[in-house]
DNA sequence: CTGAAAGCGCTTACAG
DNA sequence: CTGAAAGCGCTTACAG
């Protein structure tokens, strides 16, 4: 690489101190001749010359970075996350750092210690997908270290900045919808047990039963581990389990605690010649686009991960800037998708 | 934040000097005595104590930082990409920042320059999924900038590091794929003319006609965009145009651009009372989930996303530690996913 | 085995 | 309107 240009050659160029030169830079105003300006730029474009945003950093102590910490790139709740935040914070001047822990707690660690201490200015970090440490957290946010959780859930973070999702609502809502359309048996297949939104998700489920004076069969509930294979094999342990003798189901309709486990039951729907939605109706959790292009199209929830991303930047550049102190915390409310997917039953 | 504990800190806490403290920190070896040692990591942890990347890569002249560039996170390419490149990167102590820029040339121009000038060690860039503007990678290159180039294409940038898949071979090959099958009619749903990556596709396919004594016909060749709804507009048009008087289409095969646009055009498909595939065969492109998810499956072409990421990545860190001046360039090969996809007609 | 000192490339009080 | 100088928190020749 060619020898780096600095402020200095600048300032050499131009006639002018190294103080000129960055203070144009940083258009703070009214301690420059507009003829001296000019030199200046001239000479800043002649050399080609990009200040060093490390050495600024230094001395600043502000690198414009934010971190972001999430699972799992392929899962569209974590992409909509992302993209929410990166249009909230690229428009305040932030760039992101991406951080994919594959659900590990170690990784998650070493990336917040790694990203906290020294390059970031403040942290975004949702759900592990699976069982959440907030140790660290906790840690950092005591320091002093700007960081607003996502779908992560312990008495221990209540002063952290956090965004939530309604999981429990989301399903009793499900629930009450389908009891709506004369469902009275229904199954569940659940997420890994290890994670709280998915023990949530289940809550809420057996709650919308009970809200409806129905009881939890426990034939009619699975636990998966929100990936597509294990919706397949949940769907079919249940079908094993709960057929009439004339070869239909004995129930009509089956929740999944996310989509991906919805479109799993699908296929073993299918497989085993019944059909969707008239033999059972399926309802999956996340709003992506599967839910949307499979056929038949199966319901869904969408969680608003777009808008939970803005809200986790704003909160968070918040924190940066030491403005708006009062308590960050909200509840994002599930908008359900069920319209046209769902068979309604004549009770 | 409380006060930062610097480098100055351990040393006076442990009495010894901050050259000593940072060669422990760098495992510097052979360089202090045990006793010595002790006392400064008992120090470091006594005071919780992580050194400044920001300092350290003011004077390293490196940030162990990765730019990657590419325009749209929702695009499956792109997290195979992404994924890739961090496997491979991270081992190595890299960590990424992540830029998306939704196809805009000046997003794409303003990233470039901001994170090659100062921020990060190197540069990996896709394609924009349009009209690519390569002006800024080849001054970057030439400048001796780290950056690798993922599919884009231009005699400009015949010197820099790039990874290239072979989209002309890969259609081809699927056309040649369909005429065993007895295929004689094929339609082509084509991605944005400004996207190279599109333009290469389509002739391509027209490669494979001739190749196969067939001749292209033109209302059986639609430009779409690469999205959903393109795939099932121009699939109406398609059909509109070619039915047979039976309500049976004189075509018995569509290839699409890619995954997306095939959906849409299955959507049509089945819309129209058509089944897939006995009336008509349908491939799409880039090996998606959403292939395999949808019924009836559809044909697709992996690209091999992930070893195109940990390729750009090994290109890259090659150039930023000056290894391995050899040229560096690589063509991926399709692997076509159509078995057990495709109508065998008989001939 | 150990340290004093220069320097990475900026910003910013302070003085004029 | 302008600049000399200190300092951000490290690393690294150089000297011992």
Known sequence: ???????????????????????LLNHVEGYCSKETEQRVWNAIERLNYHPSKIA?????????LIGVIFPDI??????????????????LGYQLILCNTDGSSKKERDYLLNLAENLTDGIIISTSNGEDDNTTIVDLHKRGFPIVTVERYGEELKDVPRILFANRE???????????CGHRRIAY???????????????????GLKQNGLSADNSLIMTGNYKMESGQDCMRKILDACMHKGGKP?????????????????????E???????????VGCDGTMLADLIRPKIGTIRLGGIDMGKKAAEYLINEIRSQNTEEKK?????????????????T
């Open 1 to 23: 690489m060619s020898k780096k240009v600095t402020i200095r050659d600048i300032a050499k160029e131009s006639g002018v101190s190294t103080t000129t030169v960055s203070r």
């Open 272 to 282: 085993r010649g019944l059909r969707i939605p008239d033999d059972i109706s399926v």
């Open 170 to 180: 989301a399903e009793e809502q499900v629930v009450n919808y389908l009891y709506r």
């Open 74 to 91: 392929y899962n569209s709740f974590f992409q909509d996350l992302f993209r929410g935040v990166e249009e909230y914070a690229s428009k």
């Open 330 to 346: 909200v509840l994002f409310q599930p908008e359900l998708l069920l319209e046209g997917r769902i068979k309604s039953i004549e």
């Open 189 to 207: 297949i659940s997420g890994p047990p290890t994670a709280t939104n998915a023990i949530r998700r289940l809550e809420g489920f057996k709650n």
């Open 250 to 270: 004995d129930f009509s309709a089956v929740i999944a605690g996310n989509d991906l486990m919805a479109i799993g039951a699908c296929k073993t729907i299918l």
């Open 56 to 64: 600024r950093s230094l001395v600043t102590q502000r690198t414009n």
